[in-house]
């Protein structure tokens, strides 16, 4: 497994009680917390949150980038999600984290303060050279779209 040097500031004392750091020797992201300066936040059925996870990072490698996941015992026993499905970090970005989270439940959901809320993965960027064309190149499938293949 490659690896990368990442500088992380703290910004809130949760993290003074929990480490960022990985769950297990495979794991591929690192659990961000809610840090709220209040002991929970409701999220009520449809309504999204801007929740901050109280760290910056610097990412040593240009050509990487962070994501930010929905946790999926999060997203599926809660119904809670990262609202626009996936939260990209650019790698000159200094500014602290946030996860908006959605509320896709027919239920308010709470969050505690220091509760893990998403997951920070970090993965390869590329940079497309653009040249503009008349035509595109042809293919058997064209410009069929949603289903044009078919559902097996």
Known sequence: MRKIDV???YLHEVWSENDLAYGTEYSAGLDLR?????DELEIGPGEKAAVPAGIAIEIKEPSVAAYVFSRSGLGTKEGLTVSQGVGVIDPDYRGEI?????????EVRRIKRGQRIAQLVFMPIFQAVLAPVDELGSTDR???GFGSTGKH
């Open 34 to 38: 809610a840090c709220i300066d209040v």
């Open 142 to 144: 064209g410009a069929g």
């Open 98 to 106: 946030k996860v908006s989270l959605l509320n896709t439940s027919g």
């Open 7 to 9: 500088n992380v500031k």
